[in-house]
C-alpha cells in the first residue's frame, strides 16, 4: 500500500532554533498533504493543508510565520518550526491521499521537544 | 462545519470477545466520507477502514467491520475476535465531499484487551 515517511521521527533542540520535518509520499504523487499536531492524550488537530506548487492554508489560530510550509514537489511537504519555544513541544503527523478510495495515510509521526 | 464525537474515552474487552467502539457525526453536507484510525503507543496512524456516505453496504475489512446507520449520523467500529496487539487509541475521523479534504477527528477512545 501507499506509504507516508516522515523524517526525522524524534528531535530535541534548544529553545530559539528552528526545526524541519520532512514529509515524503515513498509510491505516489500528492498534491495535497495535511499537517496535524497531537497534545499528549489529545486528538489530532488540522494545523495546514499543504498544496503543492502553491501556499499552504493554515486553519485558524495557527501562526503562519511560526509553522512554516512547503510543499516543493508532488512527493515532499516541509514543516518548519520557526524560533522554537518549549510549548511548541508536540507530536506533529502528516499525511496524504493516493486518490481512488479516499483513504489518507499518515506518516510515523515527528515528535519534538523544546528544551 | 462538522463535528466527530467519541464518548467512550476508554473501553476494556477480553481477549477474543468483539467490542464496538462508539461515534458520531455531524454535518449538513450529503457527501462525506467516515475513516477509523488505530493509533498504537509508538504513535503512528494505522488506517482501518473508510465508510462513503453514499456506499450502501456497510464497510468491512478482516475483523473490522463500521456499523454505519446514516439516519442516527453514527459510524460505530466492530472489532471482532479481539487481540492483545489491538490494544491502542482509536478515532473515528470524516472527510467533506470525499477524501482529498481535511480531516477532522474525534478524541479517540482508548481500548485495552484483557488476556
Known amino acids: 500500500g501507499a506509504v507516508v515517511s516522515q523524517h526525522p521521527s524524534r528531535v530535541i533542540c534548544k529553545s530559539g532554533t528552528s526545526v524541519k520535518i520532512e514529509c515524503r509520499s515513498l509510491d505516489f504523487q500528492a498534491t495535497t498533504m495535511f499537517w496535524y499536531r497531537q497534545f499528549p492524550k489529545q486528538s489530532l488537530m488540522l494545523m495546514a493543508t499543504?498544496?503543492?506548487?502553491?501556499?499552504?492554508?493554515?486553519e485558524q489560530g495557527v501562526e503562519k510565520d511560526k509553522f512554516l510550509i512547503n510543499h516543493a514537489s508532488l512527493t515532499l511537504s516541509t514543516l518548519t518550526v520557526t524560533s522554537a519555544h518549549p510549548e511548541d513541544s508536540s507530536f506533529y503527523i502528516c499525511s496524504a491521499s493516493s486518490g481512488g478510495t479516499g483513504e489518507l495515510f499518515f506518516g510515523e509521526g515527528s515528535r519534538l521537544t523544546v528544551l | 462545519a462538522q463535528k466527530i464525537t467519541q464518548t467512550q474515552p476508554g473501553m476494556f474487552v477480553q481477549e477474543k470477545e468483539a467490542v464496538t467502539l462508539d461515534c458520531t457525526y455531524d454535518?449538513?453536507?450529503?457527501?462525506?466520507?467516515l475513516f477509523w484510525y488505530k493509533q498504537p503507543s509508538s504513535g503512528e496512524m494505522i488506517f482501518l477502514i473508510y465508510q462513503g456516505s453514499y456506499d450502501q453496504q456497510n464497510a468491512t475489512e478482516g475483523r473490522y467491520s463500521l456499523n454505519f446507520q446514516k439516519a442516527r449520523k453514527s459510524a460505530n467500529l466492530v472489532i471482532s475476535a479481539s487481540q492483545l496487539g489491538d490494544s491502542a487509541m482509536y478515532f473515528c475521523a470524516m472527510t467533506l465531499s470525499g477524501g482529498y479534504q481535511k480531516v477532522t477527528f474525534g478524541t479517540g477512545t482508548k481500548l485495552q484487551v484483557i488476556p
Open positions: 499543504s498544496n503543492e506548487g502553491s501556499k499552504a492554508t493554515y
Open positions: 454535518t449538513s453536507d450529503p457527501s462525506y466520507g
